[in-house]
């Protein structure tokens, strides 16, 4: 069932916690909300799921309107980070309570409650586990109990609150793989809320970028990753240099670095700034062709290997600013750089942004 939030807005006093987000989410679509905290995520997934009431705006779901629907007729599948399992009950008790409390007209009967438990329990792989307690379960498996019960009341779509957030990082990683090849088989419209870019990049279809109560950019992982809609998406995602300086006639004169910047052609004595990815900046001794000598000055401050790339601080001289590079290691123990050693770097993939 498609998921679709129309012009919604939210204000905490004076605080406008959501300004005017719209979004559309296909069924069988995973989305990542992913953000800075207190950029209106949990919000945004609170009134989706009805656990919240927006100021304004609507929210659709399979195209009709839901926005005054009780939270409970939603049919909303809803895992928190810290939602708990409820400790005095059994695995299996856990996943049944959503069955178990529904009005008698609607209750499945016990045989029918016991054989979906166990479906449900062999769908995120725990069926052994079906008569231990939570206290006796890992962090990681609680989760999958946690999601298992929310699924058992058959949620038309699945919204899930940093579901995986006090985890270590590798039963994380586990769990995100899981996740999406749960979601596949499932069929749904996913939400997912995280602050942490590689699960959002890794998991989902679709990434909504939000900042201050707004989405700021909405795309494939790929999208988003290669071409940031705004500074701030190039400054969330990833490590980035910016070179801030004269937006003039089409050039950028920042820092010491001079900048083509066609787009811009007309601006006039205006500011701009330039974003510039560490993987994006050729290092090299001496200019080897006329494109080379375009590379300014800078001195090799620091060296540290991380993976399979060799992370490079640069020291600009003339404005005492550090610069960051990286460079694939075979490329650098190729080059041979020493520490101290002078250096021309070369912007080779570069987005400018005017000043508003
Ligand atoms: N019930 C409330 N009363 C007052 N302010 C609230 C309330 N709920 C949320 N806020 C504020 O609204 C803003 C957005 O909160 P929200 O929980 O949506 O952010 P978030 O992006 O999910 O953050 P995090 O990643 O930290 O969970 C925050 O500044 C928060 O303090």
């Given at each position: 069932?498609?998921i679709e939030?129309?012009?919604?807005?939210?204000?905490?006093g004076?605080f406008q916690?959501?300004d005017?987000?719209?979004l559309?989410?296909?069924t069988g679509?995973?989305?990542?909300?992913l953000?800075p905290s207190?950029?209106?995520?949990?919000?945004?997934?609170?009134?989706?799921?009805?656990?919240?009431?927006?100021?304004?705006?609507?929210?659709l779901f399979?195209g009709?309107?839901?926005t005054?629907?009780h939270?409970r007729k939603r049919?909303v599948?809803?895992v928190?980070q810290?939602?708990?399992?409820?400790?005095?009950?059994?695995?299996?008790?856990?996943?049944a309570f959503?069955l178990?409390?529904?009005?008698?007209?609607?209750?499945?009967?016990?045989?029918?409650?016991?054989?979906k438990?166990?479906?449900l329990?062999?769908?995120?792989?725990?069926?052994?586990?079906?008569?231990?307690y939570?206290?006796?379960?890992?962090?990681?498996q609680?989760q999958?109990?946690a999601l298992?019960?929310a699924?058992?009341v058959e949620?038309?779509?699945?919204?899930?609150?940093?579901?995986?957030?006090?985890?270590?990082a590798?039963?994380?990683?586990?769990?995100r793989?899981?996740?999406r090849?749960l979601?596949?088989?499932?069929?749904?419209?996913?939400?997912?809320?995280t602050?942490?870019?590689?699960?959002?990049?890794?998991v989902?279809?679709?990434?909504?970028?939000?900042?201050a109560?707004r989405?700021?950019?909405?795309?494939?992982?790929?999208?988003v990753?290669?071409?940031p809609a705004?500074?701030?998406v190039?400054?969330?995602?990833?490590?980035?240099n910016q070179?801030?300086?004269?937006?003039?006639?089409g050039?950028l004169?920042a820092?010491g670095i001079t900048?083509p910047?066609?787009?811009y052609r007309?601006?006039r004595?205006?500011?701009?700034t330039?974003y510039?990815?560490?993987y994006?900046i050729?290092?090299?001794r001496?200019?080897?062709s006329?494109?080379?000598?375009?590379?300014?000055p800078?001195?090799?401050?620091?060296?540290?290997?991380?993976?399979a790339?060799a992370?490079?601080?640069l020291?600009q001289?003339?404005t005492?600013?550090?610069?960051?590079?990286q460079?694939?290691?075979?490329?650098?123990?190729q080059l041979?750089?020493k520490?101290?050693?002078?250096?021309?770097?070369r912007?080779?993939?570069?987005?400018?942004?005017?000043?508003?």
């Amino acid at each position: 069932m498609s998921i679709e939030v129309k012009n919604l807005s939210r204000r905490f006093g004076n605080f406008q916690a959501l300004d005017n987000v719209s979004l559309h989410i296909d069924t069988g679509e995973l989305v990542a909300l992913l953000g800075p905290s207190g950029c209106g995520k949990t919000t945004l997934l609170r009134i989706i799921a009805g656990l919240e009431t927006a100021d304004s705006g609507s929210v659709l779901f399979a195209g009709e309107d839901a926005t005054g629907v009780h939270v409970r007729k939603r049919q909303v599948g809803f895992v928190f980070q810290h939602y708990a399992l409820f400790r005095h009950m059994t695995v299996l008790e856990n996943v049944a309570f959503g069955l178990r409390v529904r009005p008698r007209s609607q209750r499945p009967s016990e045989q029918r409650i016991r054989d979906k438990v166990q479906e449900l329990l062999q769908l995120v792989q725990l069926d052994w586990l079906a008569d231990r307690y939570p206290s006796q379960l890992s962090g990681g498996q609680r989760q999958r109990i946690a999601l298992a019960r929310a699924l058992a009341v058959e949620p038309r779509v699945l919204l899930l609150d940093e579901p995986f957030g006090a985890l270590d990082a590798k039963v994380r990683k586990e769990l995100r793989r899981w996740l999406r090849r749960l979601h596949d088989e499932l069929n749904v419209a996913s939400v997912f809320v995280t602050h942490d870019q590689e699960e959002a990049l890794e998991v989902s279809d679709r990434v909504v970028l939000m900042n201050a109560g707004r989405i700021e950019q909405v795309g494939t992982p790929r999208e988003v990753w290669e071409s940031p809609a705004t500074p701030f998406v190039y400054g969330f995602l990833g490590d980035v240099n910016q070179f801030t300086g004269d937006l003039d006639n089409g050039v950028l004169h920042a820092d010491g670095i001079t900048l083509p910047a066609p787009e811009y052609r007309s601006l006039r004595e205006a500011r701009g700034t330039a974003y510039v990815r560490p993987y994006d900046i050729d290092v090299f001794r001496k200019p080897v062709s006329s494109e080379d000598a375009q590379g300014f000055p800078v001195r090799l401050s620091h060296v540290y290997m991380a993976g399979a790339s060799a992370h490079l601080e640069l020291l600009q001289e003339e404005t005492g600013r550090i610069i960051e590079a990286q460079l694939p290691e075979e490329q650098f123990r190729q080059l041979a750089l020493k520490d101290g050693e002078h250096l021309l770097a070369r912007p080779r993939r570069v987005q400018i942004f005017a000043s508003q």
